[in-house]
């Protein structure tokens, strides 16, 4: 079996696996389509005055994204993790061709595929309740690029959380402190101009600033994104080579 | 013939040994294996030689350090000392050669059996038909089945088939029968003589004695992270499962016979213990079964029922583990142990 045969078979058994937790896909989807309709449509965003949502509407499509380019990947990769080492599946796969690269590689496709779904839907859902006009330009292909990459990101990042934490629950609860921080402020919902200036290193710290300001040029304020990709992918090369190094092996 | 941790292999032709290939190189040799956790001592300087084609049985109480040992050959942990597989380090085995079955193992509960068998075998560069290996397991009748619906039993027989779905020349089952009926152990039997008939090597650990005594060529017992006997079954049983024994079952009147009687209508011969049904007779060869009939009878004892017994593994397990059971104690016992095997 080649690498690649090794990894669309681990691909398939954990996408057909995820897709027959009904309660995990519901959620996987229904989750940012709440942060959307309470956000976007029912606290709205005011342009003219001050606060959490003072910019047009459009500058906040990338935190829209961000909802699940963030938060899936973490939380998904490292329960599965997690799982993995409860159920004693890695010591089994130690015994078989497929290598930890490989099983990340695997468990990122997934995670790719579950997310560029939910990516569209919530485009739609933010066209359908919000004010927002996103500019449509040829750029706009690479919009599903920055999507990739960060997922990628993210799963390698998922992947450390799920090795560092000794349970399930430890691993949503690590997720959810180092998604929520992240969500927030790396130019997604919260702009610079709300921070105070010592602050704003972490914001050019966080892998999320470039994925926000790399969709945002795209699709609200047409801008260079090279940059920003260039930067995401670099990241995401480096914490997809820790995460792989990460999964564990051995006890 | 039983050997201390230090001799590996037996002097005497194991049995068992016409499924080995004479003058080949062991598949699994280890030599002073160590392994700790923290202040705990797993293995304490293992010694241990699995021959080709051999069915190699590891028994041994909780603790021991039997899955720690699984763990080290088959590179899922890390030990001191030499450990080869395949005349290699546990890690560096093409893997295609090893199958293994972890003794805690619970794969993805939403894929049916047919699809993890096709997973695990989707793995490798070659793999044995999926309904054939289900076919073996005896899981062939719920092969649609998610593996979270299944039972324990039919769990564990689909675990048993993604250890042999690349049809590996050195097979680790760590505990395969627990939770399975008698009819689906006889199954994993069968499955496991044929595996071993076909040469394919099996380093077996379980709890079931019977089981380890069937199909075991040799067996290695494991106590505090050390060997302390190795040999054929018949060979440890021989040495350590001493004498057998005919239990006489006495009915409401066994608090009232009197035992030394009955040791001395025997002469002394065989040795005479009370137990909570009756009696037992230790050293009761088949030949002198008429004469302690006879000795019952002339101390005036009216018995319901006899069994004899030869002694078994499970004998030999628990004299050497020092969990000999003590029916009079009402439980197990710390008893005396063979400190001179170590």
């Known amino acids: 079996m080649t690498r ?50 003072a910019e047009p509407a459009g500058y906040y499509i990338p935190g829209y994204l961000a909802v699940v380019v963030l938060f899936t990947p973490l939380s998904r990769v490292g329960s599965e993790i997690a799982r993995h080492r409860d159920g004693g599946r890695f010591e089994k796969l130690a015994t078989t061709p497929l290598s930890r690269t490989e099983w990340l590689l695997a468990h990122t496709l997934v995670n790719i595929a579950i997310i560029g779904a939910a990516s569209l839907l919530i485009l739609g859902l933010v066209l359908a309740v919000t ?44 997720s959810n402190t180092v998604a929520l921080p ?27 600033t470039y994925f926000a300001r790399g969709t945002r040029a795209i699709v609200f304020e047409p801008g260079p994104w090279l940059g920003d990709l260039a930067v995401l992918s670099v990241l995401a090369v480096a914490f997809l080579a820790l995460g792989a190094y990460a999964v564990p092996q051995t006890d | 013939m039983n050997e201390t941790a230090a001799a590996s292999a037996p002097d005497a032709e194991p049995e068992g040994a016409d499924r080995r290939e ?38 041994g109480p909780n603790g021991a ?22 005349g290699v380090p546990p890690t560096e085995v093409d893997p295609q050669r090893v199958g293994l079955l972890p003794q805690s193992f619970d794969p993805p509960e939403r894929l049916t059996a047919t699809e993890l068998v096709d997973y695990y075998g989707g793995l490798y560069d070659a793999a044995r038909d999926t309904d ?70 099996v380093f077996l650990t ?3 004695m019977d089981e380890v005594e069937r199909l075991a060529d040799r067996v290695a017992l494991l106590r505090d992270g050390a060997v302390v006997a190795v040999g054929a079954p018949d060979d440890l049983i021989a040495e350590h499962g001493g004498d057998p024994r005919l239990e006489v079952t006495l009915g409401e009147a066994a608090a009232e016979v009197d035992a030394e009687a009955v040791t001395a209508a025997l002469s002394g011969r065989a040795a005479v213990e009370s137990t909570r049904k009756g009696l037992r007779i230790v050293g009761v060869r088949p030949e002198d079964i008429g004469d302690a009939v006879d000795a019952l009878e002339a101390a005036g004892v009216a018995f319901e029922s ?30 005396e142990t063979e400190e001179g095997d170590r």
Request: hydrophobic share 50%.
């Open chain 1, 4 to 53: 690649a045969g090794r990894i669309a078979t681990e691909a398939s058994a954990a996408a057909r696996s995820f897709l027959r937790r009904r309660t995990a896909v519901f959620f996987t989807f229904f989750f940012p389509v709440i942060l959307v309709v309470i956000f976007g449509a029912l606290v709205q965003t005011q342009p003219t005055g001050g606060g959490l949502f």
């Open chain 1, 131 to 174: 004010d927002a006009e996103p500019v449509v330009s040829p750029a706009l292909a690479v919009l599903p690029v920055f999507v990739v990459v960060a997922v990628a990101l993210f799963c390698g990042l998922g992947s450390l959380l799920g090795a560092l934490a000794d349970s399930q629950d430890g691993v949503i609860a690590a």
């Open chain 1, 182 to 208: 992240l969500l927030f402020l790396s130019e997604t919902f919260v702009s610079p101009a709300l921070l105070p200036e010592w602050f704003l290193p972490a914001v050019a710290a966080s892998p999320l």
């Open chain 2, 22 to 59: 004479a003058g080949t190189e062991p598949v699994v040799a280890g030599d002073g294996v160590r392994k700790s956790y923290g202040d705990v001592v797993a293995l304490d300087g293992v010694e241990v030689r699995v021959e080709p084609g051999e069915v190699f049985g590891l028994i």
């Open chain 2, 65 to 86: 350090g039997k899955t720690t040992l699984v763990r080290a050959l088959t590179g899922t942990t890390d030990a001191e000392g030499v450990l080869e597989v395949f």
């Open chain 2, 132 to 201: 054939a290996v289900l076919r073996d397991v005896g899981m062939a009748d719920d092969a649609d089945a998610w593996y979270e619906t299944l039972s324990g039993g039919q769990k564990r027989r689909t675990c048993v088939a993604t250890a042999i779905v690349n049809d590996p020349d050195l097979l680790f089952l760590d505990e395969p029968t627990t939770g399975i009926d008698p009819a689906g152990r006889r199954s994993i039997h069968r499955l496991i003589e044929r595996l071993a008939d076909d040469g394919t090597t």
């Open chain 2, 206 to 208: 379980s709890h079931a």
């Open chain 2, 306 to 335: 006899l069994a004899w017994s030869e002694p078994s593994l499970e004998d030999v397990y628990l004299r050497l583990t020092g969990e000999e059971y003590s029916p009079l104690a009402g439980g197990f016992d710390e008893a």
